[in-house]
């Protein structure tokens, strides 16, 4: 057993110098059993994510300068910006986060719902909001059918696809109220997604009564 | 299967429970870990059988973490739970995908260690857990254990008893609540390391040398170490020479199960925070001080009320109703405001582990770990088993200041450590 004297303690074998001060044990004998793994440092520093991050950030900080430089304002290079801002939250964190399918789809549509109502914003100013009214709605639709096929083909997490199926249509129905408050009509768009939401709930209360009553007891607590 | 006895697949997390997984952040996630090192290197395939047999008897470990809308909630998993071989470092963040486990079992030269997420259980729901997941590993090995003791048997029955919640059960109204102003307290500070770096700092001492000292003293080891601690602080709060000096509190875990009775394997487990003022004091003032705030102020009565403050807090209406993300934001801010900004360190004492005598030619010690803490960079803990102790520091900072001025202490009265950690 070596010691160090400085604090006074005994070292472990495997050890070369005191874990306290630094200082270098004494009576050294042959090292035995490792007691923790040895870490790979340059395992944890997820270098790749960090030069991606940077050329991200250095991108759009130079695509800003070149449009302040040449426009005297920031016009075009948004376009950028939201692109890279895209990618990240849609793509980028669910991919690095490692997301479930059901969690990359809701945060791939909710992209391409953001990525209308840019378009249409820098089109005329949402003063037709087609995107709201037109584009979302089918974004949506697209997006029940998805879950629907998945709902019937994936039998493990089929709970959380009934879940986000009765999301969607809380959300239609939401949009509804939101649409005659907003702009004092509602187009056919919300109406046949919250159509479809309801049919697909009937659904799942007839069909799969157990496994989607159960699931939404466990996500409502009662 | 032994999970239909419970008729549902699903569990409402306990009151103490409840607060880890929305305060958690990417730093932090509340993971605790208990490790038995043996005399023998592991064989991962015994302890794979073990951990496949042991598993149904602990209900409340087959479970995953899932989302409500108003709460998280456990829900069963179907599939069992694989080893690990430990190749990073203790206490690593545990991803809560709502399909895994929130526990890990790892595997790493003589060492078995059991990880879990706080929100399944505490120190003491962990360490039967363990005791018999290595009693059954120590019987695939030969083992013929005759008197298991009070080790859960992998083939009994799990009881209605050992999944309950006993904060809510044990809530008594009329005894009052806790008053919860408290100022902040002094920490120590230093360089952190990278995300996900927890360097682990151990003394190893015979048990006896710590008793007599303790007993010197006229007090219990845990009120020792406590004390051993807190002067450790104090020394460094002195040295720094701030102009505005804080109390040093150390944070104990209480033992709710002996108090009132209860056989839950899930969280019941309260704490007292001992509290020191910033003046010059011998070690002797120190442990007199610190030994009548723990037999004093840890009393039913006052267990009783940080029952009532925790429960009271989750039955109010206007909480009861908030959805998750709005629970998970004042509990983040609560945490941060009344959580470890109000002591300066951790101390868990899991006291003397007993096993089976015929464990003793398997198992060499156990040992305890506290994983990163959100805002502190230090904490303590103590397992003592066959007549040796284990006091263990974990931190994210780089420098072993405290662990250093804590065994100078030690060593000082006597006691022979022998130190390892797994930063070279």
Not at chain 1, 200 to 210: I, R
Not at chain 2, 392 to 409: H, V
Request: proline fraction near 4%; charge should be positive.
């Amino acid at each position: 057993m070596k010691q160090c004297r400085k604090c006074s303690v005994y070292v472990d074998d495997d050890l070369t110098n005191c874990p306290l001060c630094g200082a270098l044990a004494h009576e050294e004998t042959s090292p035995t059993i490792y007691e923790y793994p040895t870490v790979d440092l340059k395992k944890q520093r997820k270098l790749f994510l960090k030069i991606s991050l940077f050329i991200s950030i250095f991108t759009v900080i130079l695509v800003a300068a070149i449009n302040i430089a040449v426009n005297h304002k920031i016009s075009w290079s948004l376009h950028v910006l939201f692109a890279f801002a895209i990618i990240w939250i849609c793509i980028g964190r669910p991919i690095i986060k490692r997301f479930s399918v059901r969690k990359h789809l809701t945060w791939n549509f909710l992209g391409v719902i953001a990525l209308l109502f840019y378009i249409n914003a820098w089109v005329n100013k949402l003063a037709d909001p087609w995107a709201f009214t037109l584009g979302a709605p089918i974004a949506v639709l697209t997006w029940q059918t998805v879950l629907e096929i998945l709902t019937l083909a994936h039998k493990g997490g089929r709970g959380n696809y009934q879940i986000s199926l009765t999301k969607l249509f809380a959300f239609s129905a939401i949009c509804i109220g939101i649409s005659f408050i907003w702009l004092k009509t509602c187009g056919w768009g919300w109406y046949v997604c919250t159509a479809r939401g309801f049919i697909d709930v009937l659904t799942l209360s007839f069909f799969a009564k157990d496994s989607y009553f159960g699931e939404l007891k466990r996500r409502l607590h009662v | 299967m032994k999970k239909a006895m419970f008729d549902k697949e699903w569990f409402k997390l306990d009151n103490a429970a409840k607060i880890y997984p929305a305060a958690r952040s990417s730093r932090w996630n509340a993971v605790f870990r208990m490790s038995v090192v043996l005399k023998e290197e592991v064989d991962p395939e015994l302890l794979q059988q073990a951990l496949d047999d042991v598993i149904d008897r602990f209900p409340t470990y087959r479970m995953t973490l899932k989302k409500g809308f108003f709460w998280y909630y456990f829900q069963f998993l179907d599939h069992k739970p694989k080893i690990e071989k430990e190749t990073d470092y203790p206490c690593k963040m545990m991803r809560l995908t709502g399909r895994d486990y929130v526990f890990r079992v790892l595997y790493h030269s003589h060492r078995i260690a059991v990880e879990v997420f706080h929100s399944i259980t505490d120190g003491t729901g962990n360490i039967t857990f363990l005791k018999t997941l290595v009693m059954r590993y120590c019987e695939l090995c030969g083992a013929h254990i005759e008197n298991v003791g009070d080790i859960l048997h992998y083939d009994d029955d799990p009881t209605p008893e050992e999944v309950e919640d006993s904060f809510s059960r044990f809530i008594d109204k009329s005894k009052g609540t806790l008053p919860r102003k408290e100022p902040a307290a002094y920490q120590i500070k230093g360089q952190r390391e990278r995300r996900g770096i927890l360097n682990v700092t151990q003394g190893r001492m015979p048990f006896e040398q710590l008793h007599s000292v303790a007993k010197s003293y006229g007090c219990t080891v845990n009120t020792y170490l406590t004390a051993a601690l807190a002067y450790a602080l104090l020394k460094r709060q002195l040295y720094e020479k701030r102009s505005k000096k804080k109390p040093i509190r150390v944070q104990v875990p209480i033992n709710l199960r002996k108090i009132f009775g209860s056989e839950t394997l899930r969280n019941f487990a309260g704490y007292y925070n001992t509290n020191l003022t910033p003046e010059e004091k011998t070690f002797e003032e120190v442990v007199k001080e610190l030994d009548a705030q723990l037999k004093e102020k840890i009393t039913p009565d006052y267990c009783q009320k940080f029952i009532n403050s925790n429960v009271a807090l989750e039955k109010n209406p206007i909480i009861k109703v908030a959805p998750r993300f709005l629970k998970t934001f004042f509990m983040n801010l609560s945490f941060y405001l009344v959580g470890e900004n109000l002591m300066s360190c951790t101390f868990s004492n899991i006291g003397n582990v007993v096993t089976p005598k015929e464990m003793y030619d398997y198992i060499d010690r156990f040992e305890f770990v506290l994983g990163p803490q959100k805002y502190m960079n230090n904490s303590m803990t103590c397992a003592s088993y066959n007549g040796v102790s284990v006091v263990t520091f974990s931190r994210t900072s780089q420098d072993p200041i405290l662990e250093r001025d804590f065994f100078k202490i030690l060593t000082e009265h006597g006691i022979e450590v022998t130190v390892n950690s797994n930063r070279r």
